[in-house]
């Protein structure tokens, strides 16, 4: 079955290239597997590489491997959280077999510098639009500029419906293929239906800036006992879990289709706390991402830097502040004991290394109000 909730990553009508009736959403189990599907759709195997920035979440390498590939690490650029297209050209060789661009936080990506080095070598871009669908470069949507893009639609993403993630393939061959062997995609579990349920109810009554420090602490020990699905399920070639050829939960599909309001209401709030937040956050002393000429950002989170990053998460946890940390490594949530298991090694991306030690971020939240601002602020002093 293909679902044909079509407003997500599709162009605005006059925008460039995707035409809205062409554009079809495939529902997997995650995001992850979503972008998986894209890669077996592209026809990896064994030896192949696909590019990926540092500065992610474990998700995006664990697809690559489940596809058969193996992930190589490109650096994030100078006062940036995304791809650079510079260290992509040095490190972009005859196995790179597709390059994923992910625009993090939903800052667009450089496109143009990206889509020159992928043109010239021949090799397709995957966009990586979970932390937005509505931010623009260039005046065109991100997840337009690829064969393919993918989307999540889980805690901390721009709408959430519960676990699960789609794929809009743009490329003629790549989506035909994708809608061919979708059909071989399982329903989940029950159990996991139920779960996704508690999850969610339990997102909606308890998440709002205040609770963040606590319920962050909760879910953690819960997804340590597995009540709760954590983000990370170590992946080998040699072992794909069943989540790879599972489709969309019903429950989530479900809160999918009304969530088109939802996903307008939430550009139109970030749009209005990205401004006020760098306007209140000037006098202190942080420093801002640079975002694209041209482009326009739609933040799931607000992200800036700080000298201070250790002591600022300690007051917010003691004040009970919503400021993040993530990423606080380069392929998050992982800590340096496990990075092999994903193939990455310290030294390899100094960037993205240093962004982790430096970025904290602020919630996009209707509760966010003058007060949270006020104790932003006092932690930051
Ligand atoms: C959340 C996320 C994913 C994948 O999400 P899942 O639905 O958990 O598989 C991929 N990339 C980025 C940058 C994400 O934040």
Known sequence: MVSNFMSIGVNRPGERKQKAAEAQQLNYFRGRVALCAILRALGMGQGDTVAIQAFTCVAVPEAILASGASPVYIDIGLNSVNMDADDLARKITSTT????????????????????????????????????????????????????????YEWGKPIVAGIGGSAVADDPKVKRIMLETF?????????????????????????????????????????????????????????????????????????????????????????LLAECYQQNLKSAAVRFLDIPRNSNATYVRFPFLSNDKGSVLEKARKNSVEIADWYNTPVHPLQEDEWHRVKYRRGWCPEAEKRTAEILTLPIHKLVNKRFLQKVLDCLS
């Open 183 to 271: 059909g071989s995609y399982e329903a989940a579990p029950f159990v996991s239906e139920l779960r996704n349920n508690v999850q969610y109810l339990a997102y909606r009554m308890f998440y709002q800036p205040r609770f963040y420090w606590p319920v962050r602490s909760l879910f953690r020990k819960l997804s340590k006992v597995s009540i709760f699905k954590g983000s990370y399920n170590p992946v080998d070639a040699n072992s794909v879990p069943h989540d790879f050829s599972s489709r969309m939960l019903k429950s989530t599909e479900r809160r999918l289709m009304g969530a088109v309001q939802l996903g307008e209401d939430f550009a139109r709030l970030s749009e």
């Open 97 to 152: 077999k597709a390059i994923v661009v992910q625009h993090t936080y939903g800052i667009p990506a450089d496109m143009a510098p990206l889509l020159n080095v992928a043109t010239l070598h021949g090799v397709p871009i995957i966009e990586d639009c979970c932390h937005t669908f509505s931010s623009t470069y260039e005046g065109q949507r991100v997840g337009s500029f690829g064969v393919a893009s993918f989307y999540s």
